[in-house]
């Protein structure tokens, strides 16, 4: 890690480097899970939904079950939101210059992730098991099916995105801590060689100090005066 570098980036204020920013491993993952998120909202979007000729409305390709298809739209949905809102703080995550600021993101960052993973995992699971039990005759053209297929399987890749993006994180919030541990332990090379140092003085102030010191008076001064002293007898 670069000198004066925190959870995985250098200081604040460097100029922004497309080709490294693209090249990033974390930038990478939310690009692609970016991409697996249009997939699946799209896929239930544009072919989720059939109808018969004898019904009014449509019904969802998974086993006619609403909340399938709405799932999947809904998680598909935020999930392309997310990766935009962190690719723009990957963006602007080098220019913040407090550490405390950047732990937070970084902390944000593997909690979001890991979220996404579990909701992608939710999300495999019911669309698998809906399209498991739904019924031929609903759909005796087929219609729709690579559509459904495709949002299924993106659900599942996306769950190793995920987990990866929250992997990373992780990584980077360990390099933060490495950081500062260090710059905890730092100690001063003169300290650490054991040379002790005179105490500082200036001359200026110490002939102040002489000048106004006056020394006692003696006890001869104090006799003097008592000299002419007589006691009175009463």
Same mark, same amino acid.
């Given at each position: 890690?670069?000198?004066?570098?925190?959870?995985?980036?250098?200081?604040?204020?460097?100029?922004?480097?497309?080709?490294?920013?693209?090249?990033?491993?974390?930038?990478?993952?939310?690009? &692609?899970?970016?991409?697996?998120?249009?997939?699946?909202?799209?896929?239930?979007?544009?072919?989720?939904?059939?109808?018969?000729?004898?019904?009014?409305?449509?019904?969802?390709?998974?086993?006619?079950?609403?909340?399938?298809? +709405?799932?999947?739209?809904? &998680?598909?949905?935020?999930?392309?939101?997310?990766?935009?809102?962190?690719?723009?703080?990957?963006?602007?995550?080098?220019? $913040?210059?407090?550490?405390?600021?950047?732990?937070?993101?970084?902390?944000?960052? $593997? +909690?979001?992730?890991?979220?996404?993973?579990?909701?992608?995992?939710?999300?495999?699971?019911?669309?698998?098991?809906?399209?498991?039990?739904?019924?031929?005759?609903?759909?005796?053209?087929?219609?729709?099916?690579?559509?459904?297929?495709?949002?299924?399987?993106?659900?599942?890749?996306?769950?190793?995105?995920?987990?990866?993006?929250?992997?990373?994180?992780?990584?980077?919030?360990?390099?933060?801590?490495?950081?500062?541990?260090?710059?905890?332990?730092?100690?001063?090379?003169?300290?650490?060689?054991?040379?002790?140092?005179?105490?500082?003085?200036?001359?200026?102030?110490?002939?102040?100090?002489?000048?106004?010191?006056?020394?006692?008076?003696?006890?001869?001064?104090?006799?003097?005066?008592?000299? +002419?002293?007589?006691?009175?007898?009463?």
């Amino acid at each position: 890690m670069e000198a004066g570098a925190a959870y995985g980036a250098g200081k604040a204020g460097g100029a922004f480097d497309v080709q490294t920013f693209v090249r990033q491993p974390h930038t990478v993952l939310r690009m &692609v899970s970016w991409l697996f998120s249009i997939v699946v909202f799209g896929s239930i979007v544009n072919e989720g939904y059939l109808n018969h000729q004898d019904e009014s409305e449509e019904f969802c390709i998974f086993n006619r079950n609403q909340e399938a298809c +709405g799932y999947g739209i809904t &998680v598909g949905v935020l999930a392309f939101l997310s990766c935009l809102l962190y690719l723009a703080l990957d963006v602007y995550f080098p220019q $913040i210059s407090s550490v405390k600021d950047r732990k937070k993101v970084v902390l944000s960052d $593997i +909690g979001v992730s890991g979220l996404w993973a579990f909701l992608w995992f939710v999300s495999f699971c019911f669309l698998a098991d809906q399209w498991r039990v739904s019924k031929p005759e609903d759909n005796p053209m087929n219609e729709g099916t690579d559509a459904a297929r495709a949002a299924i399987a993106f659900s599942f890749f996306s769950i190793f995105t995920w987990v990866g993006q929250s992997f990373l994180a992780f990584q980077r919030y360990l390099l933060g801590a490495d950081s500062a541990l260090f710059s905890q332990d730092y100690m001063d090379p003169s300290q650490e060689a054991g040379m002790p140092y005179a105490p500082y003085t200036n001359e200026d102030d110490t002939t102040a100090s002489m000048g106004t010191y006056q020394q006692p008076p003696s006890v001869d001064a104090f006799d003097a005066d008592t000299q +002419g002293y007589q006691a009175q007898n009463y």
